[in-house]
């Protein structure tokens, strides 16, 4: 019992993690209705800016791992990555962006390849060791809890767990609470209709797309926390389970980014647990190929009709 | 057109032919190592080890009267690569032998391509018994997974550990390999495995399996990967609180093993070739030479690297030639080659048999814990 509790945990904080990326892929189709296949790698970035970032920000709040300095490393990493995000999009997409949907597309993933090839001549291609922001420790749980006492519970996953809610809570209420978001709302429910009513489409897809970098980049240095091995291709694996957590939730829509998120970190945890690592890729990628096939607006998406 | 090509013609041919004596007087050798990627701590500690020797034996007036050319290229740890970067060693660099891989699987690769061309390929450390298994061409100077599994089983029932658990990279020939004869021998000494999990290379998340693992509760955890995941396993094993020592194989060597571990490794011990602590004199010669080359210590790999450049020289030198088949027979008949890791006397298998060295991890350092014999 203890075990399969274990296995929760670990697959609630890897969930976590892919909730976070997968937010990012399910916002930019909302409004741009293309996939960012860069998307993985700006979450690798996020890994390297709180990677460089770390030692000078550390030794503003004392010598060794500190929460302030955690929070601020988090903070300018994600500001990097929405920086980055924004100077992408009006490069590469926002030129593109009259031209069929499948050019966009293309040019995602040769933005993708630019980013780890560029990463691993800028960084170097072998793993780095990420520095400790905060000093992980097992939680001491109270014995008189059952099966949950003899839980392990990292100091780190709780972080990620909670930093994630945060950032989701913080999230909707942009979506649902400003006139950005409103604006986000009405292009992606319709681009004509929200451009005559007076959004201003440059600025709402920018800001998007530097929400959804921030996001990603929050995801690298969260994850660098758990596991201190930084690599320039880290963002492929991530990014591809995060796009397949954006699907099986529906893509477009933001709680089922995070519900795909979290299913997909359990269904890896249990894979690898109970079955075997090596049956971990092929079910997760089975799951995709059965809901484009089943369900293919996802579980919390609906479908829409193409209108002729 | 026709007066370009007779303007260049002359010119190419010129080119050629200075190229050409320019190699004459050169022996080529290629090596192929990671020096970027998952495994670049093997492949640049490799090649400064191949690199000291090649300067070495080159300082010392070359061999046939010639200086030997070392033709390094990056496989960047990655599948596919070392069977180009061979193909063009042989195709184009005209090489007279080859050098490499640490990882098995990477020699595994060029292995075949070496054999069938009758170039003589030294692997400097993979361990895995397929490897020279490939053919009459194919030679290494480090032991074998079968001696490398056994002696690690021996020392965990020496330690009195009976119930071990065994954490295995699929990925990597390898570590397959290892953990294979390690079963083998701990089973049929009494010893008994009570949980076997697995992972691959470039996974980053092992709380899953060592969660399982930790269900079991082993005396010890088996884990004979490479350094990259055995350093996050290490740390992950001790955050969930999984406080039972990590045993290992000279696949552990690398010097960001313990920088990402941190001390979350302290009380581990794995195998390995050769300990730079070794008091005697040629392997002290050796770690001062390495220090004043790169300005730091020289582990397992650089010395292999080194013994392996090393042992081609002496046999091109009895060989009195380059030429692929007799290069051959000299290499095969290395006898008591004294080498930085051990005598090096190399079987009808094209293996080479010598002591193994156990090492345990302290204070952020590898200490020398004690030599295993054949």
């Known amino acids: ?29 909302g409004v741009l209705r293309f996939i960012n296949f860069a998307h993985g790698d700006i ?32 903070l300018g990493a994600m500001a990097l990555c929405a920086l980055i995000g924004i100077v992408i999009e009006r490069l590469c997409y926002r030129p593109l962006r009259d031209r069929p949907r499948i050019t966009a597309l293309i040019t995602a993933i040769g933005v993708s390849l630019l980013l780890e090839n560029g990463g691993q001549l800028l960084f170097g291609a072998d793993p780095k060791s990420f520095p400790d922001l905060i000093v992980d420790r097992a939680l001491d749980l109270p014995a008189g809890w059952g099966p949950l006492s003899a839980l392990t519970i990292t100091l780190s996953q709780v972080l990620v767990l909670g930093v994630t809610l945060l950032l989701l809570v913080a999230l909707r209420h942009v979506v649902n609470r400003t006139r950005t978001g409103l604006a986000m709302r009405a292009l992606s429910l319709n681009p004509t209709a929200a451009q005559l009513a007076g959004v201003n489409l440059d600025q709402v897809i920018m800001f998007t797309f530097g929400l959804g970098s921030a996001l990603a980049g929050a995801a690298g240095v969260l994850i660098s926390i758990q596991q201190p091995s930084i690599d320039p291709l880290m963002g492929i694996s991530a990014g591809l389970k995060a796009f397949i957590a954006a699907v099986l939730g529906g893509i477009g829509n933001l709680p089922g980014a995070v519900l795909g998120g979290v299913l997909i970190g359990l269904l890896e945890a249990l894979v690898v647990g109970y079955l075997s690592p090596t049956y971990r890729d092929p079910i997760v990628f089975a799951v995709l190929i059965l809901i484009l096939i089943f369900r293919p607006a996802g579980l919390l998406g609906t479908v829409q009709k193409e209108k002729v | 057109m026709r007066l370009l090509r007779s303007v260049l013609s002359p010119v190419l041919i010129v080119v050629a032919l200075a190229t050409s004596a320019a190699a004459q007087d050169r022996i080529k050798v290629g090596e192929f190592a990671s020096l970027t990627g998952g495994n670049a701590s093997f492949g640049q500690s490799s090649h400064k080890g191949t690199q000291l020797a090649i300067e070495a034996i080159n300082a010392a007036g070359g061999v046939l009267g010639k200086n030997l050319q070392l033709i390094t290229e990056d496989d960047q740890s990655l599948a596919g690569q070392p069977a180009t970067i061979v193909q063009k060693f042989i195709a184009e660099d005209k090489v007279v032998a080859v050098l490499g891989e640490v990882a098995s699987s990477k020699s595994l690769e060029a292995a075949p391509i070496c054999q069938q061309n009758h170039i003589p390929m030294i692997s400097p450390a993979s361990t895995n018994p397929k490897v020279t298994e490939v053919g009459d061409y194919i030679f290494r100077i480090c032991f074998i997974d079968p001696f490398q599994g056994t002696v690690m089983a021996k020392f965990a029932l020496a330690q009195g550990w009976k119930k071990v658990a065994v954490l295995t990279d699929v990925k990597q020939d390898y570590s397959v390999g290892l953990a294979d004869f390690f079963v083998k021998y701990f089973t049929a000494h009494g010893g008994e495995i009570v949980k076997e999990q697995k992972y691959s290379t470039g996974d980053k998340d092992f709380k899953p399996q060592l969660t399982s693992l930790k269900g079991a509760q082993p005396d010890a955890i088996f884990v004979p990967g490479y350094y990259a995941e055995v350093a996050l396993i290490g740390k992950q094993a001790r955050l969930l609180g999984l406080k039972v020592p990590l045993l290992g194989g000279d696949g552990w060597v690398g010097d960001s093993l313990l920088k990402v ?59 009195g030639t380059t030429e692929g088949d007799k290069l051959r027979d000299a290499i095969a008949a290395t006898k008591n080659h004294p080498g930085i890791t051990g005598n090096i006397t190399l ?26 014999a054949p």
């Open chain 1, 43 to 74: 979450f690798m970035l996020g890994a390297f800016a709180g990677f460089y970032l770390a030692p000078a920000t550390l030794k503003l709040f004392g010598a060794g791992p500190s929460y302030a300095g955690a929070a601020l490393v988090l």
């Open chain 2, 347 to 372: 079987d009808a298998q094209r293996n080479a048999a010598k002591p193994a060295v156990i090492l345990t991890i302290r204070d952020g350092g590898f200490k020398f814990q004690e030599t295993v």
């Open chain 2, 261 to 319: 571990a941190g001390n979350s490794l302290d009380g581990s011990f794995f195998s390995c070739h050769f300990s730079a602590e070794d008091k005697s004199p040629a392997v002290q010669d050796f770690v001062a030479k390495f220090r004043a080359r790169y300005q730091e210590t020289p582990d397992d790999m650089a010395a292999l690297g080194y013994d392996s450049a090393m042992i081609l020289a002496e046999a091109i030198k009895r060989a």
């Open chain 1, 1 to 29: 019992m203890t075990e399969f509790l274990q296995q929760l945990v670990n697959g609630l904080a890897q969930g976590g993690i892919y909730a976070l990326i997968a937010l990012g892929y399910t916002m930019i189709y």
